[in-house]
């Protein structure tokens, strides 16, 4: 009898849970999460089998761990398992958003990355999270980074692999620093735009005190007639919990530092570009930008509608 | 029997064209265009009554005129209106997303301002363009912003408002320049972001030169299972045409300028906090992105899914 263990049974370990669950990788799912709502909810939507309030029990029994907590914690939680009594043949992996730091900061805990602790990103969030929005096929179609390390056995990597895919992902086997360099290019920096536009946006709001015609407006109805879709669209990733962002900025922090550093340099030619009137400059820049976003959109079934 | 004449068949035109045509608003919808197979495709479409290529003569005949041509040829377009024998009562308005441009553009053309012109910009584009794109229900649930100067005679604006009205519109009347400012802010600034953003990613990427464990990749596919819904939603504006955006930032350039150089100095202080693990001040920058996002989904129903 096989037995999975999901700590932390939000957006992320609650749909791999769920997912498993409908797919019979393992005979039985067992969840936990710090969150006792949380933990009640998952159950109540049957994505486990059986609920634990306190998991350190149950590491000697079980076949395989998913470690799906907040970045700030994910250390801290591995190394537990590790030391928590662990079969042997048992795998663990984990699903943050930065790999070098969680790799790094378990080597340092267990003085050396255990063969059969597989790191894992799945791309697959949104600005929604908890149970209620995990789905069991929320993994279909997804993009799944596995960066192992030298010390990682291949066949825990197969097996892991193995799990993802038969949820539907495409898995991607890169090093971790990679990863975590694309991650802050594509991820983190136009997270880390969207939400300080949107922080500017509220004060700039405030400072222009708009009104119309019939009666005075608070800063936020004013802009309302203002908010189009583009904005809508440009802003939604802003919506989502600050606390997970603040730990996924700080994880990457040197790789999104020198990334927006690039980016800053690159938006003061433009300033500078539009001040000139140089209107060519600038319909190069809107050209490289929609190229590339054809080019995505070429790859991606799901951006297609969008934008061709 | 009156008579539209729409100058301008793409998406914004000939939505409206479409629109008021289903609305019964007028006897006759001609259309206009200076790329004839737009204007035959609007007119298989049933967007138009009938089609002119040559509408210059066509003017002493018409009641209402709407000129939805690209922001950087609007001004010469409308001031043609005003000198090809225009009858008396005949009103005219435009569609153009800034609006001191177009009035001191045909003030300075004409010598003064027509009582009979009605500054008018409805928020509702989208990427996509041409009459292919136009619906006859774009106006429904939009915002339309109508921007008179004392010049302009009120019952034009009444009249005028009111077409858009029936078209589903909400009208704002507001001073153009508080529109610009709030335009460059909500609108122009993202669209610049964004579209700065992907040409800076496309750059980035070929830098990065990731490869998978499976094959060497191109640029763009290296960057495809990095390409997650955030970046599709927060990318989607950059997807629009180039000349359009360059003519919009062109006609908006200094208040622009102004918002672009405060947002610069807001993203050197969290460039600032970032790297001095400042992360509480990250926190609160996140917060308040995100509760700006969750006013404005309290505010517009189209808003409401996406985050709460």
Same mark, same amino acid.
């Given at each position: 009898?096989? $037995?999975?263990?999901?700590?932390?049974?939000?957006?992320?370990?609650?749909?791999?849970?769920?997912?498993?669950?409908?797919?019979?990788?393992?005979?039985?799912?067992?969840?936990?999460?710090?969150?006792?709502?949380?933990?009640?909810?998952?159950?109540?939507?049957?994505?486990? &089998?059986?609920?634990?309030?306190?998991?350190? /029990?149950?590491?000697?029994?079980?076949?395989?761990?998913?470690?799906?907590?907040?970045?700030?914690?994910?250390?801290?939680?591995?190394?537990?398992?590790?030391?928590?009594?662990?079969?042997?043949?048992?795998?663990?992996?984990?699903?943050?958003?930065?790999?070098?730091?969680?790799?790094?900061?378990?080597?340092?805990?267990?003085?050396? +990355?255990? /063969? &059969?602790?597989?790191?894992?990103?799945?791309?697959?969030?949104?600005?929604?999270?908890?149970?209620?929005?995990?789905?069991?096929?929320?993994?279909?179609?997804?993009?799944?980074? +596995?960066?192992?390390?030298?010390?990682?056995?291949?066949?825990?990597?197969?097996?892991?692999?193995?799990?993802?895919?038969?949820?539907? /992902?495409?898995?991607?086997?890169?090093?971790?620093?990679?990863?975590?360099?694309?991650?802050?290019?594509?991820?983190?920096?136009?997270?880390?735009?969207?939400?300080?536009?949107?922080?500017?946006?509220?004060?700039?709001? $405030?400072?222009?005190?708009?009104?119309?015609?019939?009666?005075?407006?608070?800063?936020?109805?004013?802009?309302?007639?203002?908010?189009?879709?583009?904005?809508?669209?440009?802003?939604?990733?802003?919506?989502?919990?600050?606390?997970?962002?603040?730990?996924?900025?700080?994880? &990457?922090?040197?790789?999104?530092?020198?990334?927006?550093?690039?980016?800053?340099?690159?938006?003061?030619?433009?300033?500078?570009? +539009?001040?000139?009137?140089?209107?060519?400059?600038?319909?190069?820049?809107?050209?490289?930008?929609?190229?590339?976003?054809?080019?995505?959109?070429?790859?991606?079934?799901?951006?297609?509608?969008?934008?061709?």
């Amino acid at each position: 009898m096989s $037995r999975l263990l999901v700590i932390g049974v939000g957006l992320i370990g609650g749909s791999f849970a769920g997912g498993a669950r409908d797919a019979g990788l393992f005979a039985e799912v067992i969840g936990a999460d710090a969150d006792a709502d949380n933990l009640a909810r998952a159950q109540q939507l049957g994505l486990i &089998n059986q609920s634990l309030a306190d998991w350190q /029990a149950a590491i000697p029994n079980v076949d395989a761990v998913l470690v799906a907590v907040p970045p700030g914690v994910v250390v801290n939680v591995l190394s537990q398992v590790f030391q928590a009594g662990l079969p042997d043949h048992a795998l663990v992996f984990d699903a943050t958003s930065t790999k070098s730091s969680v790799v790094s900061g378990l080597q340092r805990e267990l003085a050396g +990355l255990p /063969a &059969n602790f597989v790191p894992v990103h799945p791309m697959a969030g949104s600005e929604l999270q908890g149970p209620a929005a995990a789905r069991p096929d929320l993994y279909q179609n997804s993009q799944v980074f +596995l960066t192992p390390t030298t010390d990682t056995a291949p066949d825990a990597v197969a097996k892991v692999r193995s799990w993802w895919e038969q949820l539907g /992902a495409s898995c991607h086997e890169i090093d971790a620093a990679q990863h975590d360099a694309m991650a802050a290019l594509s991820s983190h920096l136009p997270h880390l735009l969207a939400s300080a536009y949107m922080a500017f946006l509220g004060t700039a709001a $405030r400072r222009e005190g708009v009104t119309d015609d019939t009666k005075p407006h608070t800063s936020s109805t004013a802009l309302t007639p203002f908010a189009g879709p583009g904005l809508r669209d440009f802003s939604r990733i802003a919506a989502a919990e600050p606390t997970l962002w603040r730990d996924i900025f700080a994880a &990457n922090r040197h790789l999104l530092l020198d990334e927006l550093d690039e980016l800053l340099v690159h938006l003061g030619r433009i300033r500078a570009e +539009l001040a000139a009137e140089q209107d060519d400059a600038l319909v190069r820049m809107l050209t490289d930008g929609r190229d590339l976003r054809r080019q995505l959109a070429r790859h991606l079934p799901n951006w297609r509608a969008d934008s061709d």
